[in-house]
């Protein structure tokens, strides 16, 4: 199984920053992708960045030029940096991992348990 923890989040006044940070942890062979989800009250969760294994790296359109994801620690953490803030980034922000395990390879997903975004106007 895969297990995602997360950190950072918080309340923020628009145009200030936040960073998120994810580490991936279990039975883990191979890391494919890590990403960012948000969820807003009454609303689906949604992608809002996401890196792959080979650097691959998709945005949102609402993200794109202020958002950056990264990885590090052998690919192991994402950092999700969320610059100029707006209301409509307020939500509650899911780390997802998905991986491979050791012994045949099987492709598993784990979500963090989420973390609070609120940007006041």
């Known amino acids: 199984q895969v297990q995602a923890v997360e950190s950072g989040g918080g309340l923020v006044q628009t145009g200030e920053s936040l960073k998120l940070s994810c580490t991936a942890s279990?039975?883990?062979?191979?890391?494919?992708?890590m990403g960012w989800f948000r969820q807003a009250p009454e609303n689906r969760r949604n992608l809002v960045a996401q890196i792959q294994s080979n650097g691959w790296i998709e945005y949102s359109d609402s993200v794109k030029g202020r958002f950056t994801i990264s990885r590090e620690n052998a690919g192991t953490t994402a950092h999700l940096d969320m610059n100029n803030l707006k209301p409509e980034d307020t939500g509650v922000y899911y780390c997802n991992v998905l991986a491979t395990e050791p012994s045949r390879g099987r492709l598993f997903e784990g979500w963090g348990q989420g973390t609070q975004v609120t940007v006041s106007s």
């Open positions: 279990g039975n883990i062979a191979e890391i494919k992708s």
